[in-house]
């Protein structure tokens, strides 16, 4: 007895290009714009962008720094937000040395000096622990506050006197100074 067996190969699975035509058969689109339509050109204004840590870093500069803290805490880089910054820098370290141990806000927290004596690796690291210090510190509430709102530089300034930052206060306002502060590039090295 003779028995015939017959195979058939399963068909090829269909091609992503195949795929692609079924999908639009099924659920084909159309628009149709009228003959009498004009095209309209829209002109913008202006646009902007906030630097990020690593465009911040490449600056160098304490101008960039506070900006950093700023992209950090996660609060609006704005000139009176900057402005705020480099005052308070200046009060620390004085304009011309403000990357000093690596440490621009004389930062106790995670810099291994609680009194803000300690150093941070580098200052992007010292950007990133003083927001941080800002953001979980009770006693940061109100300066928080003023710079999520970037509030007029006075009342951000009122409310770092009035927190624990500093034991002395900065004599309460008495001994901060408003004048304009110089732009100052660190060394590549504290970066």
Known sequence: MLIALFAVAPPSPPT??????????????????????????????????????????????????AALVLVDGKWPVTEANITVFVRWMRQENGANNWWNRNNPMNNGYGSGGGGGTGSYANLTVAAQMAAENLKHNPGFSGIVAALASSAPTAVTEQAIWASPWASGHYGNGSRWHRTPVPEVKAPASAW
């Open 16 to 65: 992503a290009a195949e795929l692609l035509e079924a999908q639009l058969s099924v659920h084909a689109q159309s628009l149709t714009v009228s003959a009498n339509a004009t095209g309209a050109r829209v002109k913008r204004d202006h646009y902007s962008a906030t630097d990020g840590p690593a465009s911040l870093a490449e600056k160098g500069t304490n101008y960039a720094w």
